[in-house]
DNA sequence: TTGTAGGCGTTATCAG
DNA sequence: CTGATAACGCCTACAA
């Protein structure tokens, strides 16, 4: 009664154990079982045509009978190719990154392809050990949320070291200056027309809670809210402006920011450049008793689920995440012509709801007094 | 003119361009490098004491100068390790998923492992193809929140796969009946203490809207539920209880058919399983004009940011999710000896916060109308 | 302590 | 069309 598992089980005609680890049938096995080479057996399985049907009917099923499947370490090693590609975000918590991770991953998979996601926590040495981990895995190309600038002192090396090594790189939501890859980002349509329909409304005093200057989306959004107000004579106020760090914590310091202004110098609405800001800001409006769109009218930039549940929900400029991953795995996986574009911009829609609301409501009430609701 | 770039540049002694994939060093070029065999470079590169010092600093010194970096598929091969592990969650853009693969990632990441991190979309057919696809890039281990139970006709026979190969797996979040592998799930206390605050609150009509019955945790909860109703000695209506999928949608379906109740059948509070059903459930509440907590006192499981939106705050009950992924990851790389305990339950904390009121306040009112405010 | 050599499973290059 | 056979880059007995 020494037999091991295996031998007991098949003699007594018993149900397997769950635990027998047979090790996986290899390439040889399936030659073997159908009587030819090995090279042959490869040649069916990778689809080559030089085969003859009757060898391609053997090596297939015996392939099925052994339940065979290519060790894709060994063709990796020998073919250089490993069937996944690495995508790097910045934040897998915030949901509009949660959103790319998983359009992206999902069409990877659809392809065959798996997707080693990383977060890079919004801090630039973070980027370089995960970009270095994922390039180690020899990830046949790399979709990027990229952080800092290649002009300053310590920049993306990681990312010069990516492209250097001649794998794919396209560079998703954001872009770095002086990188010259594919890449697909966001419009600033949304927030033009965001700002334009504040100015119909009378409002003269929009602050905006902005990105990080380091990003090129904090760029650009500001640029695009300062061309708004320029193009309708508006005269911006450095102190309306502050500048976050895409995380809710920023979102509730400007908000603090915003209403600690003498109270003829506070602002009358704002837009506030991401959605972890958003949601921290509105926090804290929410905290201080500020009520939207009375005391402020609010615009937050990428459209939450969360938003749905403020009374009144809030507005937001949507973008469509899905397409941007689609967009970005596309051009991954067949890269623009050396004429083509080579930069996607993706038009992003202003949504309004009732958060927003003419200049003149908080001209008449005594509101932004920051919490007391006396 | 039609030379390669590669060429051209060789021919006209041009700076090399940017875009020079050079073949990354191999081991044979550190050993020839430092003037030691590859076996010698192995070694000192792998820690074998068997070394001496000198070719100890030889190699290193070479294998720096080079840029060296062990070729993992290599590796992988050799030693039918991968470095690599799999996580498959069914909803990457569900902030408490989202936190898990995060905090997975982060601490596979600082102990050299790169996380492959899947979808499963809450469906039983696409959980099975990304775990065979998991299983087929040989990760060394798989932290997965499982779909689906062994006794059902179709069960998760990809988890069974997994468990008879011998690949180390870990559920969290999930248990699955029947399957004996280690796993992390919350504790159903916090659950527990809702209810009996909304009990101690004077409401008598206390909805739940239930995760599906497929998954352990819509089951332990609901099951906390009914006990503590019971133990309460109330007396429990099955029309309060709404089977939901964990889906936003579900939410406002169990909204609408709580509200579609006659008024004096309708519950003065309700309890909601997960994050996502509550943002979907508020949204809804929020829409039919119904106020939490005078209208309808709420307790969501799971603590989003989104609840410090509402006014008042929405009572939750918090889970500590990366300590949970914490728990998975350690799980996994040190496995629990066949004596000790196997199943980890994570304590869960109700925080009650202004959303929930005396049960009193709805009887005042002639509200849960839906909708209309007259 | 060091070097030689075999093999992990696959693909690709040759002759047949 | 097929079959030997040589890599791919690394690890590790085994022998020196």
Same mark, same amino acid.
């Given at each position: 009664?020494?037999?091991?598992? =295996? ?28 009587? &030819? ?7 069916? @399985? ?53 959103? +790319? ?19 890079? =926590?919004?801090? +630039? ?16 190309? @790399?979709? %990027? ?35 010259? &890859?594919?890449?697909? %980002? ?12 504040? +100015? ?22 500001? +640029?695009?809210?300062?061309?708004? @107000? ?14 976050? =760090? ?8 400007? &908000?603090?920011?915003? @209403? ?9 609405? %704002? &837009? ?26 609010v615009v937050a930039h990428d459209d939450l689920d969360a938003f749905r549940l403020c009374d009144p929900p809030v507005s937001a400029i949507a973008q469509d995440i899905a397409a941007m991953g689609a967009v970005a795995l596309n051009l991954l996986l067949e890269p623009p012509a050396d004429g083509e574009e080579r930069t996607v911009r993706q038009p992003t829609l202003f949504i309004q709801r009732g958060s %927003? ?18």
């Amino acid at each position: 009664m020494t037999l091991s598992p =295996d031998t007991r089980a098949k003699e007594l005609g018993v149900a397997q154990l769950p635990s027998t680890p047979r090790p996986p049938a290899t390439l040889r096995d399936v030659a073997a079982a159908a009587g &030819v080479s090995v090279a042959t057996a490869s040649r069916v @399985l990778s689809g080559n045509p030089a085969t003859s049907s009757t060898s391609r009917q053997a090596v297939t099923a015996a392939a099925a009978q052994l339940d065979f499947h290519p060790n894709v370490q060994a063709r990796a090693l020998r073919s250089s190719r490993t069937a996944s590609i690495g995508l790097l975000i910045p934040d897998i918590r915030n949901p509009h990154f949660g959103d +790319l991770a998983h359009c992206v991953e999902m069409h990877a998979r659809e392809r065959g392809l798996v997707t080693l996601i990383s977060a890079s =926590d919004e801090r +630039l040495d973070t980027q370089e050990t995960a970009l270095r981990l994922l390039m180690s895995h020899n990830v046949d190309g @790399l979709i %990027v949320v990229p952080q800092g600038r290649r002009d300053s002192p310590r920049g993306p090396e990681a990312l010069d070291a990516v492209v250097q090594r001649g794998i794919p790189l396209v560079l998703a939501d954001r872009m770095v200056s002086g990188l010259d &890859v594919p890449a697909v %980002v966001p419009g600033t349509n949304g927030l033009t027309d965001a700002v334009n329909e504040l +100015l119909s409304l009378g409002h003269e005093r929009i602050a905006l809670i902005a990105g990080p200057a380091t990003s090129s989306t904090g760029r650009e959004r500001r +640029l695009a809210f300062d061309a708004a @107000l320029d193009a309708a004579g508006a005269t911006p106020d450095p102190d309306l402006v502050h500048e976050g =760090d895409f995380q809710p914590a920023s979102g509730r310091e400007g &908000v603090a920011r915003l @209403l600690g202004l003498p109270p003829g110098r506070r602002p009358s609405a %704002v &837009v506030i450049a991401d959605g972890p800001m958003a949601v921290g800001a509105l926090a804290a409006l929410n905290e201080r008793g500020v009520r939207i769109p009375q005391d402020l009218s609010v615009v937050a930039h990428d459209d939450l689920d969360a938003f749905r549940l403020c009374d009144p929900p809030v507005s937001a400029i949507a973008q469509d995440i899905a397409a941007m991953g689609a967009v970005a795995l596309n051009l991954l996986l067949e890269p623009p012509a050396d004429g083509e574009e080579r930069t996607v911009r993706q038009p992003t829609l202003f949504i309004q709801r009732g958060s %927003v609301a003419e200049a003149g409501l908080q001209k008449s009430t005594t509101t932004m007094e920051g919490g007391d609701d006396s």
